[in-house]
């Protein structure tokens, strides 16, 4: 079949610099039209012209050119060798425990996203997979968890909603030196802030509802991958699934990382002041923040305290969610991570004092203020 395809090749604007390529993706205008907004191809299936000449693309499901210009603009962005775009962040991760087999087992962050502690217990561990949750940061704790049925290091770094970091490096090493895979969950710290695949990850998930998008106003999850085989698996699972993400909220996507920079910047200008008032509150017990980034997440002195901080916070909004324009407060212990068995919840920290921030790209007293007025 003659591939006729306009969309063919691109530039990976590798002599580019990162706040560029955000601007200019992967081929950035339409190169047929020269738009310079890239076309939203709001179509199911495509024309082939006569007998064995295709476009490069047949139908949506399997390609189509708005979500694959997201696809390419993440595999630069985050140097991987290709990218995949999922309905979610959790559809995303789906295909990546689908790389697991009868018997294999995972060694995951404990401090981890409540519904990827679900995929693993309530879908995977019925397949006859296994799953060790511990601190990442310990290096020889997790070496000494390998047995021979490991496949792969899960690492969420920084957590999700403690904060603790992990060294991608070390657990690089430590993972190709066993043969196993590791995955990187970079969704608070997006490319901007970290590059896994360049510190020895073989693939990197986001929850692309988050950071990337930027304005809580889509669902969407991004694989990164580093290789053929890799590639092939989640080309596969996007196909059979059918969980790839639609043409318009691909768009949205690409909209909004035009922004990624100079978002990242002011989330992460913001939460440094907001962090610094935070510090000398008489009613904050304990205050994690990775030192990078936009996400916080503190222990107060009482349940009460937050039951007021919750109920009023007029700026700041009581929602589920993270990495968009706004600043979302969380209760991680029934929102987010209430699929996190109550016996780690209570282990990390995660109880009726305990609160989660987005902080947003407001103006940073605005948030400080409102945090005032609503924590007594
Ligand atoms: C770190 C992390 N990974 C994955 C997910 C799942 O992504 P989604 O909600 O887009 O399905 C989330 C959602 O909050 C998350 O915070």
């Not at 792969?152 to 657990?171: Q, R």
């Not at 910047?265 to 008489?282: C, F, G, I, S």
Request: a negative charge; charged letters at 20%.
């Amino acid at each position: 079949m003659i591939n006729d395809c306009y969309y063919d090749s691109y530039d990976k604007k590798e002599n580019l610099h990162f706040d560029s390529k955000v601007v200019h993706g992967a081929l950035g205008c339409d190169p047929i039209t020269g738009a310079v907004s890239f076309p939203i191809f709001q179509t199911s299936t495509f024309r082939h012209r006569t007998f064995d000449v295709s476009t490069g693309y047949n139908y949506s499901r399997l390609q189509n050119p708005t979500r694959q210009e997201l696809e390419r603009t993440m595999a630069i962005l985050e140097e991987g060798t290709e990218a995949f775009a999922f309905s979610s962040g959790q559809a995303a991760n789906m295909c990546v425990f689908g790389l697991l087999k009868k018997g294999d087992h995972v060694i995951l962050s404990d401090d981890i996203y409540g519904g990827t502690f679900r995929i693993c217990q309530d879908i995977f561990s019925g397949l006859d997979c296994e799953f060790t949750y511990m601190d990442m940061a310990n290096l020889e704790q997790v070496e000494a968890a390998i047995r021979p049925s490991t496949k792969m290091l899960f690492v969420e770094t920084p957590t999700n909603p403690m904060m603790k970091v992990a060294d991608i490096s070390a657990l690089a090493e430590i993972a190709h030196r066993h043969n196993l895979l590791l995955v990187v969950d970079n969704t608070f710290l997006t490319p901007y802030f970290q590059k896994p695949i360049t510190q020895g990850a073989d693939i990197v998930v986001h929850s692309g509802t988050k950071y990337l998008c930027g304005h809580n106003d889509v669902i969407a999850g991004i694989v990164v991958v580093t290789n053929q085989e890799l590639a092939d698996h989640f080309r596969l699972q996007m196909k059979s699934r059918g969980n790839g993400l639609t043409p318009f909220e691909s768009w949205l996507i690409l909209r909004g990382l035009k922004t990624l920079s100079l978002r990242m910047e002011r989330h992460d200008q913001n939460a440094k002041k907001v962090v610094e008032w935070l510090r000398t509150h008489p009613k904050v017990k304990k205050l994690n923040y990775a030192g990078l980034g936009g996400m916080i997440s503190f222990e107060t002195d009482s349940a009460e305290t937050v039951k007021h901080l919750l109920s009023d916070v007029k700026m700041i909004l009581f929602a589920e969610s993270l990495g968009g324009t706004e600043t979302l407060i969380t209760f991680p212990l029934t929102q987010t991570h209430e699929s996190t068995p109550p016996k780690v919840r209570e282990a990390l920290g995660i109880n009726e004092r305990f609160v989660r921030i987005s902080i947003g790209i407001e103006d940073p007293d605005d948030i400080i203020a409102d945090l005032e007025q609503a924590m007594g």
